[in-house]
């Protein structure tokens, strides 16, 4: 079955210990990104990548990592969260980045 | 810079009413995506419009492209309770390498 993976689907940690939540997808899809999603404030992009090795930023990158190693891989890093950074945290994937995005079911971040 | 508003907010509406929402761009788009997104769940690909004064229709949702490819909607005719959640207008973006965004989104709710 054509999927994206998250994990975790929820998390409760501290401010500044250093977490990564992992995006997997099977349809070899060169594109994904990651964006979170606050009320009244929509899906906003953080990263986005175009394919293995290259990355670039969103809209909100500011305290956020990611790499694209492999192509079916691409973790986001909160390498000092913050309570700000509370949040639904969604990563999507595509064939190219005009495509039609398949969503993963989300991973709720809650910093305390 | 480019920008892109979606309206309304948010939609009540009784039951067998009829539903639109609006994503209206300062600037010409190459293309438009619409997605929707259920209470606690991920956004769903509903369509991508191409052409301007493109039309298409799924079902009670019909979807157009201004002729300017600066407006869309979608329209939904005779609402059920299954329609219930956020749609979202999506575009690429012309000062982020084309990247896509996302409008803030338009809530339904629906009451039998």
């Known amino acids: 079955e054509a999927q994206v993976t998250q994990n975790p689907r929820y998390l409760i940690t501290v401010t500044g210990k250093k977490l990564t939540v992992t995006c997997s997808q099977n349809?070899?899809?060169?594109?994904m990104s990651w964006y979170r999603q606050d009320p009244g404030l929509g899906l906003r992009q953080i990263y986005y990548s175009m394919n293995v090795e290259v990355t670039d930023k969103g809209d909100v990158p500011e305290g956020y990592k990611v790499s694209r190693k492999e192509k079916r891989n691409f973790p986001l890093i909160l390498e000092s969260p913050s309570p700000n950074q509370t949040s639904l945290y969604f990563c999507?994937?595509?064939?190219?980045?005009?495509?039609?995005?398949?969503f993963g079911d989300g991973t709720r971040l809650s910093i305390l | 810079g480019q920008q892109v508003m979606q309206i309304p907010q948010y939609q009540h509406v009784q039951e067998g009413e009829d539903f639109t929402t609006y994503c209206n761009s300062s600037?010409?788009?190459?293309?438009i995506q619409w997605y929707k997104q259920r209470p606690g769940g991920h956004p769903v690909f509903l369509i991508q419009?191409?052409?301007?004064?493109e039309v298409k229709k799924q079902k009670r949702l019909t979807f157009q492209f201004g002729e300017a490819k600066k407006n869309s909607s979608l329209h939904i005719t005779a609402t059920q309770t299954t329609d219930v959640g956020t749609y979202f207008c999506?575009?690429?973006?012309?000062?982020?390498?084309?990247?896509?965004?996302f409008g803030k989104g338009t809530s339904l709710l629906v009451t039998p």
């Open positions: 600037t010409t788009l190459s293309n």
């Open positions: 999507a994937s595509s064939q190219g980045q005009n495509q039609p995005q398949h």
């Open positions: 999506a575009y690429p973006r012309r000062d982020s390498g084309y990247a896509l965004n």
């Open positions: 349809m070899n899809h060169e594109y």
């Open positions: 419009l191409v052409k301007s004064g």
